[in-house]
């Protein structure tokens, strides 16, 4: 979508285009964490999605900061066609490696498709149903 608002004629053209990015990033940001949650172990999924955002977040405000500095050279319409490449090439060259991965953890057993990965007994975890736990009055109410 970004590389063809590069080619759009006039800024009205632009709502469609975005609507249908939105649309597909939306759905991106569902599939990064339904994938989260089913493949990382609860003891660490704040951790993933903590870094998960931070990367997100960190290569926004990059772009940002980049992309401030070039418009003081560069007209916006190449600008915008070159991020729209760029966004292209960096996907291409991640199949690869990600394909590899995605093999790599199906025939080693790492995650039982269609359910989430869950910490082995002995992990060490000591977070749980601690409102259940509680013997003090009122405790796992609504109004404790």
């Known amino acids: 979508m970004v590389l063809l608002a590069a080619t759009v004629p006039a800024a009205g053209v632009l709502v469609p285009l975005w609507l249908v990015g939105g649309a597909a990033n939306g759905g991106e940001n569902v599939f990064a964490n339904l994938l989260t949650a089913r493949r990382v172990p609860e003891a660490m999924r704040a951790r993933a999605y903590a870094s998960y955002g931070a ?70 975890d000591t977070v749980g149903p601690w409102l259940s736990a ?11």
């Not at 509680?134 to 609504?142: E, V, Y």
């Open 134 to 144: 509680s013997h003090a009055r009122g405790s796992g109410t609504s109004s404790s």
């Open 55 to 124: 990367a997100v977040q960190g290569g926004s405000m990059a772009g940002f900061l980049i992309g401030g500095a070039l418009l003081a050279v560069v007209p916006p319409r190449p600008l915008i066609a070159g991020a729209g490449v760029v966004g292209l090439l960096v996907v291409l060259a991640f199949v690869p490696v990600l394909a590899r991965a995605a093999r790599r953890s199906s025939s080693a057993g790492l995650a039982t498709p269609g359910r989430p990965a869950e910490p082995e007994p002995a992990a060490g």
